[in-house]
C-alpha cells in the first residue's frame, strides 16, 4: 500500500534543569543528574563526570523516581494509639514528637545513659550518629556492619589496615586475572559491573567462586560452585600449591609484611607466640645484610625471611617458617580438602597454576620512581596482576573472619596488594589497627562518652567489660563471645534486651532498620520479644522509637515515628570521616541536597537528631548560651568541626589565603560549591603516591596534608597477627584480663594468630545427616534490602523468590514446576514455594532476600505476591545457637568479631501440598499510609 | 498493509555483549524511565502496588540456563527490545499505516497517532518485542530513544539510546550497522555477532555477542599446560626453609644477587 513517514521533533526539550546529587538507592552512593521538569523529577541518570560511576547507573537508581513518590513514603510524626504492631497511630505534630522524646531521653541521660540503645541500620552518617550517641553518654550505638559484613572489615584492616569494596578495589585497569569470592549481585553493583565490563572487553579472565551461578558469577569465564562455608579451606589449599611451587613473592614479604618479623617459640616463656622487640617496643627481624638483629623498619635493613634466632634460651623463628609449618601439612593439599569444598583436586591445582603464571609470568612494571619507609628508592613499581574482590558468601559465616585473613593471606603472598594489576585501597585506607581508636564504654550520667563507641581492640585490655567482667553494652560487642566486634552486633540488641541480659534498657532508638522483619534473625521471635509485656502487663522493652522515610514492618512496632524524607529531599554528606566515596587514584567525598522540596510533613533524621541534641542540652549540639548549635545537619556539616581544621567535608574549606582543601577552617558557602561541582570533591593521588600507599612516603605525606592522618604511619601487613595471639594467650590462662572458662576453648581455636579453618559453628553441632543442604539468601541487581518492593517498576522485576533447588534435589525428591516444599532447621520450619536451577552447588539451595514482605506494610495490596508467596529464610536462622544443655546462651555469630552467622543455615526439604499462603503467615498490620493508586501513568512534562 | 523502504541510509541498531551482560536490569530501567516521560504516551503500570502487577516495557531481560555435554551448567542474560528488522513483518502487517521503518537510518516506529490498537503487529513480530500499553491502547516499541541520538538539547555524548548510556558492563552498544567500518560493526566481525532467530526473514538490524568459552579449568584430556607453573620446590617445611635461603640469595641485594 502506503508509506507514510510523519516529521518527528528529534530534538524536544529534555527537562528545564539537571540537579546533581548522590544516588541512595543502596550503599554504593553513585552521582546522579536528577532532570527537574515543573519543578518535579523528571528523569534520572547516571552523572558521567562523578568518580564512582562516570554516568552509569544501576536499575535501582533509574528506578529512584518511583522511590521518590512511593505510596509508601511517611507523612507525619505518628504517635502509636493501638497495641504494638498493630500498625494503628495518630498523626502529631514535630514539636509535640519532639518532646515526647525530650521527655523520654532526658530523665535517661540523668540517671543512666546506657538505658537508651542507639542503633542505626543502613545509614550513610554513622560519624554524625555516632557523635551524637557518644554526646548523649550511652555506650549502645553500632550501625548494620555487624549484620552485614564486619568480618570482611575487620580481617583486612587487622591484616593489611584495609579491605575490600569501600576500602579497596582490584586495580581494574591493569589486573589480568580477578577472582571474586561469594560475591552475592547486591554488593557492590555499579563499580563492579563497571570494572568486570573492563576487563571483558581486554580479555582478562575472571573466576567466580560461589555455590550459586548467577550474576556476576554468570558471566564469569569460570565457576567453581563450591560448598558454603569451606572458602577458607580451599584459598589455604591454593596457598599450600603456591608455597610448594615456592610461587610467592620473596622480595615483597620481607620488605612489606611481617613476615620476617621473630616470633618467640617457647611455650614455657610468658612470651610465647608473641613478637621479639627491641627496647623501644619495635618488632624485630634479621637483618640479611649484617646477620645481626635489627628493628624491621631500620633504614636500609634487609629483612631475613629465613633465619632463626636464639636469644637466651628462647628460641625465635621468622613468621615465615610458622607459614611453611602450617600450610604445606597435607592436611591443606587438594586432595585433603577436594571433599569438604566440593571441588575437584585438579580444579585446585590447575587454579594455583593460572594465579602462579599470571602473578609471576606477566607481571606488570610501572616506570615510577618512589620512596620506602625505609628510605629506599625504588626506580619503578612492580605488579602481580591477580586481583580477588570478596563479599558476603564468605562474611556472613561463622568461620568468615578467618576466611577473610585466609584470603588476604593468599593476596599478600602472591605480593599483589597495593601494587599495579592488584588489590588497591581507597583513602583514608589504608589505615592500620594502630591508627583506629580502641572502644569505649565509659559511661557517666550527664556526660559523653569516654571516647567513640567503635574500635579495634589491640589485646584483651581493650575489652567493653565493666568492673565486674561482665559486657558493658547491651549488643555484648567487645565482650570475650566476640572481642572484635568492631561494628557492634546489631542482631543481638533486641534479643539482649528482651532477656535483660546483660542489662534491661529503657528506650530502643532504632533509624532505618527494619528489624521486625528482614534484618533480624528469628523474625517471628523478635516480633514477640517487641511486643512481649512484664507481670504488669507493660512492655519488657519499654520504649521504642524509630525513624524511617516508609511505611515498613518495623514501623508498626514503634511507639513514636520519626519521618524521614527521601534522599531527593536531604542533605547529607558522605564524608571522608565515615565512609566515603574514594577511588584507588583518589580521595573523594560527596553531598545529597534537596533536588525538590519534601511536600509532607517529614524532616531529614540527622536534622532532628540536632533538634533532639540541643533539647537535651548535649554537649556539641548548643552553644554557650544553651542555645541550638546548628539550625540543621546542612549547618551541622558545613560548621562542625571534628579537630580543629577537620570538618565532615574535605572539600571548599577556608584556608589562609582563600579557599583549600582538607585542612581548612568552614566555609559558609561550601556546600553551594559542591552543588557547583556536581556533588562531590575528587582530590587525585600523585602518580608516584598512587601504589604501594603503606611504605610509600609520597602517599603517606599527601594523606597528612590532606588531612587523613596527622602523621605519616606506615606499618608492615600482619600475616601472623599479634593482637590475635593475646587473646589466645589469655584464653590459655596468662594476664590480668581472664576470659569466663566456658569461652576459654572457643578463644583458643578462633583467635589462631594465622589464617586457619574451622566448620561453621551451627553445622559443626547439627546432625549433618538430618539437615543435608546450605541454605542461602542474596539480593537481586536490582533491589536493594527491604526498599525494592515498593517500588512500582522493581517490584514487576523481582516481585516472586521461589527457593531455588539443584537439580540432584529436585530429581530425588521428584518435584515438578508449581510445587511448594516444607522447609525446616533446627530452628523452624517454612512452606514455600519452588524452582529448579542447575548451575548451583548440589548441596545448596537458596533465594532471593527480602522479596516477602509482612502484609499491610509498604503501601502494598494484602494480595501482593510478595505478602502471599514471597518469605523470608530468616524464620529458620536463630540468633542463638541450638541450645547445649549448659544454660548459656550462645551467640550464632562469628567468635572472633560476632558478625551474625546466616549462612551458616543447614536444612532439611521435603515436599508439601501447597497451601494457600506461604508459611508461617502473620496478620495483616494496619496501614498508616494507606494503599498505593490502581494505575500508573507517570509523566512529569507535557 | 504498509510498506518497508526499498533502503535505508544507515542502520541503526544495537549490539549487546551476551559474554558482559550480567542481567541486571538498568537498561530495563532507565528504558522505562525516559520513554515513561518522553517520546509518545507514557509507559504505563497497572495494579502497580497490587497482586499483579504488569506494565509496559519497552525492553526485558530474561535468564535461560544452558547444560553443557560437558562441565557444568551455565546461566546466560539475554536482553532483548525491538531489533529494528530490514524486513519487518511488524511494518507490513499494519493497517493504518501507523507501524513505519523510518528511510534514514532505519528505525521502526509506531506513530501513535495513527496507530488504532488492533495488535497486528505484535502478532507479526517473532521476537514478541511490541507492547500494547493498557492505558492508552496503542502499541509501544523500543525507539531506540529518536529523541535522544538526535537531540540538540544534549551534550553530543548522551545522543545515544539511554539503554546505552546507562549499561553499567558496557554490554550494550550503539551506532550504524550499515558501515562495515563502524565500531559496532568491526565488533561483530571480531566476535562472532549474530541474528537472532535468522530463520525467520526479518533480517534484524540488532546484533548479539555469543557468550565466550566457559570452564577452561574443568578437566579435559591429559595434557596439563598450566603443571610446569606449580613445579614443586619442597614438599615439607623444613625443604621449604632451604629453597627459602636459597632463593633469598638470588635476589638483588641477596648473596648471589646484584647490588646494592
Known amino acids: 500500500m502506503t508509506r507514510y513517514q510523519p516529521r518527528l521533533d528529534t530534538s524536544p526539550p529534555v527537562s528545564d534543569e539537571v540537579r546533581q546529587t548522590t544516588c541512595y538507592m543502596c550503599a554504593c552512593r553513585c552521582g546522579i543528574d536528577v532532570h527537574i521538569k515543573d519543578g518535579r523529577v523528571a528523569y534520572i541518570e547516571g552523572n558521567r563526570d562523578h568518580p564512582v560511576n562516570r554516568g552509569v547507573l544501576c536499575a535501582k537508581g533509574s528506578a529512584g523516581i518511583m522511590q521518590h513518590n512511593s505510596p509508601a513514603r511517611l507523612r507525619a510524626p505518628l504517635k502509636r494509639v493501638g497495641p504494638r504492631g498493630s500498625g494503628e497511630f495518630e498523626k502529631i505534630t514535630w514539636d509535640e514528637a519532639l518532646e515526647i522524646a525530650t521527655g523520654w531521653l532526658k530523665p535517661l541521660r540523668e540517671t543512666d545513659p546506657a538505658k537508651l540503645a542507639f542503633f542505626t541500620g543502613r545509614d550513610q552518617s554513622q560519624s554524625f550518629t555516632g557523635y551524637w550517641a557518644q554526646q548523649f553518654g550511652t555506650p549502645n550505638y553500632a550501625a548494620h556492619g555487624g549484620f552485614c559484613s564486619v568480618n570482611m572489615a575487620a580481617a583486612g584492616i587487622y591484616t593489611m589496615g584495609g579491605s575490600f569494596w569501600e576500602f579497596g578495589q582490584p586495580d581494574w585497569d591493569l589486573t589480568k586475572l580477578f577472582l ?3 560475591v552475592a549481585e547486591d554488593h557492590d553493583s555499579n563499580p563492579i559491573k563497571m570494572g568486570i565490563g573492563k576487563l571483558k572487553e581486554r580479555g582478562a579472565r575472571v573466576i567466580g567462586v560461589n555455590p550459586v551461578r548467577s550474576g556476576y558469577n554468570a558471566v564469569a569465564d569460570d565457576w567453581i560452585g563450591i560448598t558454603p562455608g569451606t572458602d577458607g579451606l580451599f584459598i589455604l589449599s591454593l596457598v599450600h600449591e603456591l608455597l610448594r611451587a615456592g610461587r610467592i613473592d620473596l622480595d615483597y614479604l620481607a620488605r612489606y609484611t611481617n613476615a620476617p618479623i621473630l616470633v618467640n617459640r617457647d611455650s614455657k616463656s610468658p612470651d610465647y607466640g608473641l613478637f621479639l622487640r627491641d627496647d623501644d617496643g619495635k618488632p624485630l627481624v634479621i637483618d640479611r645484610a649484617t646477620g645481626a638483629l635489627a628493628p624491621f623498619d631500620r633504614p636500609g635493613v634487609q629483612p631475613d625471611l629465613a633465619a632463626s634466632h636464639r636469644q637466651g634460651d628462647i628460641t625465635h623463628k621468622p613468621v615465615m617458617h610458622l607459614i611453611a609449618s602450617r600450610y604445606l601439612q597435607r592436611r591443606y593439599s587438594p586432595e585433603a580438602v577436594a571433599g569438604t569444598c566440593g571441588i575437584a583436586p585438579d580444579k585446585i591445582r590447575r587454579l594455583a597454576a593460572e594465579i602462579a603464571r599470571t602473578a609471576f609470568d606477566e607481571e606488570i612494571v610501572l616506570e615510577r620512581e618512589w620512596t620506602d619507609f625505609r628510605g629506599e628508592r625504588h626506580e619503578v613499581m612492580r605488579g602481580r596482576p591477580v586481583s580477588f574482590h570478596a563479599m558476603r558468601g564468605i562474611s556472613a559465616h561463622s568461620n568468615g573472619f578467618q576466611t577473610a585473613r585466609a584470603l588476604h593471606l593468599l593476596q599478600i603472598l602472591l605480593g599483589s ?27 557517666t550520667p550527664e556526660r559523653p562518652l569516654d571516647g567513640p563507641h567503635l574500635g579495634f581492640p589491640r589485646g584483651p585490655e581493650d575489652l567493653a567489660l565493666d568492673e565486674a567482667g561482665n559486657p558493658a553494652r547491651i549488643d555484648k560487642a567487645f565482650s570475650w563471645e566476640n572481642p572484635l566486634s568492631a561494628h557492634g552486633l546489631m542482631h543481638m540488641v533486641i534479643s539482649n534486651a528482651h532477656a535483660g541480659e546483660p542489662y534491661r534498657i529503657d528506650t530502643l532508638f532504632l533509624y532505618m532498620a527494619n528489624m521486625a522483619w528482614n534484618s533480624s534473625m528469628n523474625t517471628g521471635g523478635v516480633m514477640e520479644m517487641l511486643t512481649d509485656t512484664d507481670e504488669n502487663g507493660d512492655y519488657v522493652i519499654p520504649r521504642i522509637i524509630y525513624s524511617d522515610a516508609y511505611s515498613s514492618e518495623m514501623v508498626a512496632y514503634a511507639d513514636l515515628v520519626l519521618p524521614d524524607t527521601t534522599y531527593l529531599e536531604r542533605h547529607d554528606c558522605i564524608s571522608l570521616l565515615d565512609r566515603p566515596i574514594s577511588e584507588a587514584d583518589a580521595a573523594a567525598d560527596a553531598i545529597r541536597w534537596p533536588v525538590v522540596a ?29 542555645s541550638a548549635a546548628y539550625a540543621d545537619y546542612a549547618d551541622y556539616i558545613t560548621n562542625h568541626e571534628r579537630k580543629p581544621g577537620i570538618g565532615p567535608l574535605a572539600g571548599w574549606r577556608m584556608g589562609k589565603n582563600g579557599l583549600t582543601h582538607g585542612r581548612g577552617a568552614p566555609n559558609p558557602a561550601q556546600l553551594n560549591s559542591y552543588i557547583a561541582n556536581g556533588g562531590y570533591f575528587v582530590k ?53 584480663r ?30 549433618a545427616a538430618a539437615y543435608p543442604l546450605h541454605a542461602l539468601t542474596q539480593r537481586p541487581m536490582a533491589m536493594y534490602h527491604s526498599w525494592g518492593s515498593q517500588n512500582a517498576w522493581l517490584r514487576q522485576i523481582h516481585g516472586h523468590n521461589p527457593l531455588y533447588l539443584p537439580t540432584k534435589v529436585w530429581q530425588a525428591h521428584g518435584f515438578a514446576e508449581g510445587d511448594w516444599a516444607r522447609v525446616t532447621s533446627p530452628h523452624g520450619e517454612i512452606t514455600v514455594p519452588v524452582a529448579h536451577m542447575a548451575a548451583l552447588n548440589e548441596n545448596t539451595v537458596w533465594t532471593w532476600n527480602a522479596i516477602g514482605k509482612r502484609k499491610g506494610a509498604w503501601a502494598l495490596s494484602t494480595e501482593a505476591p510478595e505478602a502471599t508467596k514471597g518469605f523470608l529464610l530468616n524464620h529458620l536462622i536463630h540468633e542463638l545457637l541450638p541450645e547445649r544443655g549448659d544454660g548459656l546462651r550462645w551467640s550464632n555469630s562469628d567468635p572472633v568479631t560476632g558478625q551474625a552467622a546466616w549462612f551458616d543455615l543447614k536444612v532439611a526439604i521435603e515436599k508439601a501440598a501447597p497451601p494457600a499462603e506461604s508459611r508461617p503467615g502473620f496478620g495483616a498490620i494496619a496501614s498508616p499510609v494507606g494503599r498505593g493508586p490502581a494505575e500508573l501513568t507517570w509523566k512529569v512534562g507535557e | 498493509m504498509t510498506d518497508l523502504p526499498t533502503t535505508t541510509d544507515r542502520k541503526l541498531g544495537l549490539v549487546i555483549d551476551l559474554d558482559t551482560c550480567v542481567g541486571c536490569h538498568a537498561c530495563v530501567v532507565s528504558c522505562k524511565g525516559w520513554n515513561t516521560e518522553n517520546y509518545g504516551a507514557p509507559l504505563s503500570d497497572q495494579d502497580p502496588y497490587g497482586a499483579d502487577p504488569t506494565g509496559t516495557f519497552l525492553n526485558r531481560v530474561h535468564s535461560y540456563e544452558i547444560q553443557p555435554e560437558t562441565g557444568p551448567a551455565q546461566l546466560v542474560h539475554f536482553p532483548k527490545s525491538c531489533l529494528h528488522c530490514e524486513d519487518a513483518p511488524c511494518v507490513t502487517v499494519c493497517p493504518t499505516g501507523a507501524s513505519y521503518k523510518r528511510v534514514e537510518d532505519g528505525i521502526v516506529l509506531v506513530n501513535e497517532s495513527d496507530c488504532i490498537g488492533c495488535g497486528l503487529c505484535a502478532w507479526a513480530c517473532p521476537y514478541g518485542a511490541r507492547e500494547m500499553d493498557a492505558a492508552e491502547g496503542v502499541m509501544k516499541k523500543c525507539t531506540l530513544c529518536v529523541d535522544r541520538i538526535y537531540n540538540e538539547n544534549l551534550p553530543q555524548e548522551d545522543r545515544v539510546p539511554a539503554c546505552v548510556r546507562t549499561c553499567p558492563a558496557g554490554a550494550r552498544h550503539f551506532g550504524d550497522l550499515g558501515d562495515p567500518d563502524s565500531d559496532v560493526s568491526r565488533l561483530v566481525a571480531e ?10 526473514g526479518t533480517k534484524p538490524v540488532n546484533q548479539y555477542l555469543p557468550p565466550r568459552p566457559r570452564d577452561a579449568l574443568e578437566p579435559a584430556g591429559d595434557v596439563d599446560v598450566l603443571a610446569p607453573y606449580l613445579e614443586p620446590v619442597a614438599s615439607e617445611a623444613r625443604g621449604f626453609i632451604g629453597w627459602l635461603d636459597r632463593a633469598l640469595d638470588r635476589l638483588p641485594g641477596g648473596r648471589d644477587g646484584e647490588g646494592p
Open chain 1, 684 to 736: 587525585p593521588i600523585p602518580p608516584e603516591a598512587a601504589y604501594m600507599k603503606p611504605w610509600n612516603t609520597a602517599y603517606q605525606d599527601w594523606a597528612v596534608k590532606l588531612g587523613l592522618f596527622d602523621a605519616p604511619q606506615p606499618y608492615v601487613f600482619e600475616l601472623y597477627s599479634e593482637p590475635l595471639r593475646r587473646f589466645q594467650r589469655a584464653a590459655e590462662g596468662h594476664g590480668a
Open chain 1, 180 to 182: 571474586i569470592f561469594g
Open chain 1, 598 to 626: 519534601a511536600d509532607r510533613d517529614v524532616r531529614g533524621f540527622q536534622s532532628v537528631l540536632c533538634d533532639l541534641g540541643a533539647r537535651l542540652g548535649l554537649p556539641g549540639f548548643v552553644t554557650a548560651d544553651g
Open chain 1, 738 to 767: 581472664q576470659p569466663p572458662d566456658h569461652l576459654r576453648g572457643q578463644i583458643r581455636a578462633a583467635f589462631d594468630p594465622l589464617p586457619d579453618w574451622y566448620r561453621p559453628l551451627e553445622e559443626a553441632q547439627t546432625d
Open chain 1, 417 to 443: 596488594v597495593e601494587v599495579p594489576g592488584g588489590f588497591r585501597f581507597k583513602p583514608p585506607y589504608p589505615k592500620p589497627v594502630q591508627a583506629h581508636p580502641t572502644p569505649h564504654c565509659k559511661v
Open chain 2, 191 to 200: 566476535r562472532g555477532g549474530m541474528d537472532l532467530m535468522p530463520e525467520q
